[in-house]
């Protein structure tokens, strides 16, 4: 397979890419300094022990990250724009048999470095091609006690930089811990939050203790975990990228180093329910995740860089990918007839699916999900909407898709598009493994994934793009504040697409109309929830709810995005173009303010702008009213954005 572990191991790239590929010496694209025994200046040398370091920098000379070995013990530190990202940490794998590779007795047995500059083309995402352009540098090592011989690259891109382990040879490992540590320069304040938690920005030695007897107990984060710096402007988001067979990452805040984080691979899952792996057991040559950090000198920036995470992902699998098509989704209640209408209100609102959620089959924890409850004729309501251009996706919970061979085979042949699944444990080895098998057999079928729950972003969608989403954060459906909403785009959404089903209009949110209209343009969701707890009956007078051809209008894939503005849980703005037309969202926290949003990505001509904006406050924010204006509007034209407290905007922008 494509995604299998060894091929996930880059050989050296072949010289012969003109344009693509340069090798450079020491002195023109890699800082390399050596103690007693130097290395040459060609792209690949050998060493005995001896102190070193070697940087590797970013194309456009934006991001460096340096590895180095001290003493015979291994660390790396990171800058943007000569500024310290991450300072001086460690770096390291601890194996069951309690041998530490990387803390002492490292030597350097070869040392390769390449440059690479090439673009590809996603089935969708945020943009419609991708620069993949990066500076590599690898050291061959080898542990002088065990003999054992393994590898580390780093790499530097215009984005953030990456960093993983190698295991080499031919045989089995077992990883019992990795040693990676983050140190933070001093004042720099991390958004942690474990599970579906709120956000809690402190400093990197203060994440608070969590956890049960029956799940990973500590001061732990989940990723992705944004960092913000002293002086404001340098944002940086920790991710991680091609996660196979291996246990998801989380970090922990290190006792008497208030600036440091520590990698913590998990042992249980996410909510504890399934069986504890301390250790992690590998067939070799085998390659840990990415360990990413994606950056940027201003908050906005980041938000633009988030593609990293998808650079490092192994490529696409999947020949065929013509059956992949994103888009927006309804949930239909339990009956027949909720299906029909749902199939109706679909094609009058411009969605693409109906899903029928938890209990279609019957007791939501049930493990048999081939057979749908009376009150369901499921041939009926799957054919109706086949007719009508319409996709069926199905709610499962996990204990039901144990064999989803058969499972997906039986909704396939029933017309099923889409496979939610729910209550996912994420977290170990094996949770991982049964994550991607459930992607890959999906795809199979032909069917999209969206998980729920506990599960977190890799970058699989790039080598499974059936993978059209995933939940892993404090869902909309649960109403949380504003300031909230403004934080995902600097953090979760940035490991990758994140279903964040969109409540318009509901009494319970805390957040204006527009405010959850600009979502759909904010957030990346290539599967996007629209109109959660509503039956098609509560728009049927269209006069009430003026926000519904903007639902209507805007796609959830993209051919060119670009954050506009932005301050992690203060404000943001996204515009996002699909064909020629551009989507833009702005929302702010519990202050009302006003953004200017300069045009300039515009193309030349003149655009009419149909802006949804928030009228005079209610009461509470969801009574504030949405106003609706045309204005016309150019590439030199400057939108003053206003916006109630917990409010936004939404604008299409279409050419003339």
Known sequence: MADSASQAIPEQPSAGAPGRLSRRGLLTGAAVTMGAAALGAGAAGTAAAADASVTATAPDGSNTITMSLTSGALSWSAKRRGVTVVDTSALGLELSNGTVLGAAG????????????????????????????????????????????????????????????????????????????????????????????????????????????TTDIGPLTDLPLTATYADGSLIACICESSRLNFPRLMLSSVSGQPGTLAAYLMEHTGRGSDRVQTTSTVTTPFATPWRAVVTGSTHAELVDNAELVLNLAPASALADTSWIKPGKAFRVQLTTAAGMAGVDFAVARGLQFIEYDGGWYGDVRGTDATKPIAEIDLPSVISYATSKGIGVILYVDRVAAANPDSLFSLYKSWGVKGVKLGFINDGTQAMTNQITNWVRTAAKYNLLMDMHDNVRPFGYERTYP???????????????????????????????????????????????????????????????????????????????????????????????????????????????????????????????????????????????????????????????????????????????????????????????
């Open 106 to 213: 490292t030597v350097i047995t070869n040392y390769q470095h390449w440059t690479i500059d090439n673009t590809w083309t996603p089935v969708y995402g945020r943009n419609a091609t991708v620069r993949d352009r990066y500076q590599e540098m690898r050291w061959n090592l080898q542990d002088t006690a065990s003999l054992i011989n393994f590898s580390i690259q780093i790499r530097a891109y215009p984005t953030g930089v990456a960093f993983r382990y190698v295991l080499l040879g031919k045989g089995t490992a077992t990883i019992a811990d990795e040693l990676t540590t983050f140190v933070f320069p001093d004042s720099t304040l991390v958004y942690s939050a474990r599970d579906e938690d709120p956000y809690n920005p402190v400093a990197p030695g203060s994440i608070p203790s969590t956890g049960t007897s």
């Open 466 to 656: 059936n993978w059209v989403n995933m939940e892993g954060v404090r869902g909309n459906e649960r109403f949380p504040t504003a300031s909230h909403n403004v934080t995902l785009p600097f953090a979760r959404n940035i490991g990758g697409p994140m279903d964040y089903t969109i409540c318009y209009g509901q009494s319970r949110d805390r957040t204006t109309n527009v405010h959850q209209m600009a979502m759909a343009a904010v957030f990346y969701q290539p599967l996007n929830f629209l109109y959660w707890y509503d039956s098609p009956s509560r728009y049927a007078n269209t006069s009430n709810w003026p926000g519904l051809p903007w639902f209507d209008a805007i796609p959830t894939t993209w051919d060119q995005s670009r954050t506009l503005a932005g301050s992690i849980g203060q404000h943001v703005a996204v515009a996002r173009r699909h064909g020629d037309t551009w989507y833009v969202g702005a929302m702010t926290n519990e202050t009302s303010r006003t953004l200017s949003l300069p045009l300039t990505f515009l193309g030349s001509g003149t655009y009419t702008a149909t802006v949804y904006a928030d009228g005079t406050p209610g009461t509470s924010p969801y009574q504030t009213p949405v106003v609706v204006s045309t204005r016309t509007v150019t590439s030199a034209t400057t939108l003053d954005v206003a916006m109630a407290p917990a409010g936004g905007q939404a604008i299409i922008l279409k050419p003339s």
